[in-house]
């Protein structure tokens, strides 16, 4: 009998003490973090529509540093910010950051979002603790998601932030009541 022929073999029985919805894995723990694996990413399409290529539009932009470099103004009273694209249900936002400057906790609204650190550092706070975010960082988020980002260094920041849909509304987290603003973070 050749190998072509030969019955299929089944796969190993599952340990007894081993509940059934055990042996099952998600995609998230097959792949892990989609923004660690890198051969995972798409690249970004002229007008993106997934998570994975809205991430990839945010790298592509990231890396051609003459498309913004020169944009990037510091401002010692305020985050400076400034819409740097818009495409059909999106929006591109880049922001600077001096040393201490900070986002207040916030959420995005209806809005999903890809954050990416263009140069310095930036911390996020987040309901799972701070997280230092390095260039080249991203992070992900749907609606809901809420977060304070700081620039805890010595030196300037500059982030790129995607919206998907366009940021409309920007509430507050805090001890106060809500409010909402239309500055992107």
Known sequence: MNSASAAPTTAPAADAATPASAAVESDLQIAGDILAVQHLLQPAREHPVTVAEFAGLARSIAEDRASWEHLVQYDATTRWYHR???????????????????????????????????????TEHSARGPLALGPGSQRVFAPGYAHEVVNDGLEGAVSLHVYFPGLTEMPMHSCSPARGERVPA
């Open 84 to 122: 740097l694209r818009t495409g059909p249900g999106y929006e591109v936002w880049l922001l600077s950051w001096v040393p201490g400057q900070g986002s207040g906790r916030h959420g995005h609204g209806a809005s999903s979002g890809v954050l990416t650190v263009l140069e310095g550092g930036l």
